[in-house]
């Protein structure tokens, strides 16, 4: 493992980044790209989320778990961070914690319903909230084109996401809603941002 260090030799504290926002805004992709780019940065790294979905099914690449097996992993505290959406159990690998703390700069996609818990667990100073937004218009777009909803329930996903809010420290808020490029490019500067400048946003 490649570790950073501090003037007097000790590890620099790491960074949880989460990633959140309302489907369709495009975090997927915007992970997918990052992941791609930011390979040979070694002390940043994106883990696979372990989701009780199969493998082979439209969407990220994941860990695949059967939901008995997942109810007892989570018991057994195999998990950092976990919750259920959309009939679906998601999990965060209880190893990204010592990869923070060991200096890493680790990248999740998650819930915003487990913020608070991540804070609590690594630290408000080590949590940061990448805040992912487009308008309406995109969200609905995107929404159409993955094909994955019907029309009520892209409705419903779009009310929620007209709802959507994020309070507390050190969130960066994300826009990509014009072309993809410029989502990447904001999406990696928000991810390399200093840690002072992130805390202010």
């Given at each position: 493992m490649t570790e950073?260090?501090?003037?007097?030799?000790?590890?620099?504290?790491?960074?949880?980044?989460?990633v959140v926002g309302p489907s369709g805004v495009g975090k997927d992709t915007l992970l997918d790209a990052a992941r791609e780019r930011l390979k040979d940065t070694a002390h940043i790294c994106f883990p696979r989320r372990c989701i009780t979905r199969p493998a082979g099914s439209v969407g990220e690449i994941h860990i695949p778990v059967r939901p008995e097996d997942f109810a007892q992993m989570a018991r057994q505290g195999a998990f950092l961070l976990s919750w259920k959406a959309h009939d679906l159990c998601y999990g965060?690998?209880?190893?990204?914690?010592?990869?923070?703390?060991?200096?890493?700069?680790?990248?999740?996609?998650?819930?915003?319903?487990?913020?608070d818990d991540a804070r609590s667990l690594i630290g408000?100073?080590?949590?940061?909230?990448l805040n992912i937004?487009?308008?309406?218009?995109?969200?609905?777009?995107?929404?159409?084109?993955?094909?994955?909803?019907?029309?009520?329930?892209?409705?419903?996903?779009?009310?929620?996401?007209?709802?959507?809010?994020?309070?507390?420290?050190?969130?960066?808020?994300?826009?990509?809603?014009?072309?993809?490029?410029a989502g990447i490019t904001r999406f990696i500067a928000a991810i390399e941002i200093d840690h002072a400048i992130a805390n202010r946003a």
């Open positions: 950073r260090h501090t003037h007097d030799g000790a590890i620099k504290p790491g960074l949880l980044v989460l965060i690998p209880r190893h990204v914690q010592d990869d923070v703390a060991n200096g890493k700069t680790v990248i999740v996609n998650v819930s915003r319903s487990v913020i408000h100073n080590q949590v940061r909230v937004r487009a308008s309406r218009d995109v969200l609905r777009k995107r929404l159409e084109a993955r094909g994955r909803e019907d029309i009520l329930d892209i409705e419903r996903r779009l009310a929620r996401a007209s709802a959507y809010q994020i309070d507390g420290d050190n969130i960066v808020h994300v826009d990509n809603d014009a072309d993809l490029e």
